[in-house]
């Protein structure tokens, strides 16, 4: 914990940026989905190279709340998280996610698990989840899009590799912290540690997972 609080302190004035990505590189993979549309989210990047957007956090927040139950609702919120989570560095996010919307699957699984989040069952919502072209990494970043409640319970948090590095590297270990190997109750876990974290160092527990992305397992680094 004390290494974690001198990180905080180090990063205290730090936030996340909005993310880029290229609208061109997406389109042929959301067109014969008809879920092109959602490349209009967020704002333009006024940088090089042309064409490119920008979107955030706040960016989901909104489609979120315009999405409600609706199935073709849920499923441009599920392509924004998608496109927001791959930016311009996962070259392979268009192809996983044109996999998971050709998945007929997908309208049950985004209906189940995002039921099961609101209600506070990250554990089922983390079993419920399977598509395909789509892993932790992402899935748990659509358990915090969708994720609503208010601040004082334990929200969703994204668990992708990067934040794991730096767990890893701070000496916490999910399953022996959990008891077990078994990745629900890992993620559950993990959940409820972050937000004991994030109380006692006086910080929101989004911006110490996003703190934790960051680092990408270079905690020595202030």
Known sequence: MEQLQRLVVGYGECAQKPVRFRPGTWHPRLASHGAAHVLDIGVESLGKPAGDRLIERGDLARLRDLAGDDPDGLRDLFVAVM????????????????????????????RTTRHAVRSGDLSGAYRQFVLSGVGRSFFTKWFAAVDDREAACERALILDDRVFRSLNALGWSSWKAAGTRHWPTRYTTYVSAMHVWASELGVTPDWLEWLLFHLNGHVDET
Not at 88 to 99: D, I, S
Not at 104 to 110: D, G
Request: a positive charge.
């Open 83 to 110: 496109v927001w989570g791959s930016g311009t560095t996962n070259g392979r996010g268009p192809r996983y996610t044109e996999a998971a919307l050709s998945d007929p699957r997908l309208p049950r699984v985004l």
